[in-house]
């Protein structure tokens, strides 16, 4: 089926909004997104301006009355937009007023919303114009259409991102609007950065890493210490030293005197 970008249209009014949407039942979001931190970690990492939009659970359409047609990605990530506008004003990502569709959008498989993921949401995501729409399924493919999967926009067409699988338990694909790897490791989602070599730490790892650099600094200036207490203590046995070899001098001397003495009175 060809799927045809969704025009814009026109601006509607400065106080619609969209409505609140209740939760989702699957915990699929919370748990390889939220709970790893990964919302907090994207924000710090493209440093969290108010021009850049990294969030989920953000309703995306063309327009806030498009009606059914609203989805809402366990992801979404969009630079040069006004994020309090689409948070606060909006209540959602509505492409016509932001002015642009969003770069980046994520869906995590779950067992009522896989098959949607890559049918319907893909065609609409297309339609929408989204740069780069991308799909984990932390089971390895049971609910997707594969365990990663991405689409990057080709003269308005979807076109697949190449996904590379290092052995059976590690794959990832490039993202080129986020400048990142999205790894499939083990089951779970990663971040890589090739511009520093180093996976994006969850707020566990950071908190783990902390830990560490806190033991670790702890442990030098424990041995630092150590040392300058060796060092006051060997200043303190030199001192006494040289104390005890200017007195045994001193008591020479007054030993030599006194023989002087005696000798000038036996003469």
């Known amino acids: 089926m060809t799927s045809k970008p969704v025009g814009l249209g026109t601006a509607i009014g400065a ?11 699957d915990m699929q979001n919370m748990l390889y997104l939220h709970d790893q931190g990964y919302i907090g970690v994207l924000r710090r990492h493209y440093g969290n301006s108010d021009t850049t939009l990294v969030m989920g659970e953000v309703p995306v359409a063309p327009t806030v009355t498009y009606g059914a047609g609203v989805r809402i990605p366990d992801l979404t990530i969009a630079f040069n937009v006004d994020r309090q506008a689409i948070l606060h004003v909006r ?9 642009k569709p969003p770069d980046f959008v994520l869906e995590v498989a779950s067992k009522n919303t896989g098959f949607r993921d890559y049918t319907q949401k893909r065609d609409d995501y297309e339609r929408y114009l989204v740069a780069e729409y991308w799909r984990f399924d932390p089971s390895g493919g049971r609910y997707h259409d594969a365990a990663l999967a991405g689409d990057h926009l080709v003269a308005g067409r979807y076109q697949p991102i190449l996904v590379e699988w290092t052995d059976d338990s590690h794959c990832r694909g490039y993202s080129e609007a986020l400048a990142l790897y999205l790894c499939w490791e083990h089951g779970q989602l990663r971040w890589y950065d090739p511009a520093t070599g180093l996976y994006l730490l ?3 790892e950071v908190a783990a890493a902390k830990e560490v650099e806190f033991e670790r600094a702890s442990q030098e200036a424990e ?5 300058s207490q060796r060092a006051s ?15 045994a001098e001193e008591e020479v001397l007054r030993l030599r005197r006194r023989l002087l003495e005696l000798g000038d009175l036996e003469g």
């Open 202 to 204: 969850t707020d566990d």
């Open 15 to 25: 106080t619609e909004r969209f409505p609140d949407f209740p939760p989702r039942d």
């Open 223 to 227: 041995r630092a210490d150590r040392a």
């Open 91 to 99: 209540n959602g990502y509505a492409i016509s007023l932001v002015g």
């Open 233 to 247: 203590q060997e200043t303190e046995r030199a001192d006494r030293e040289a104390t005890a070899r200017q007195q």
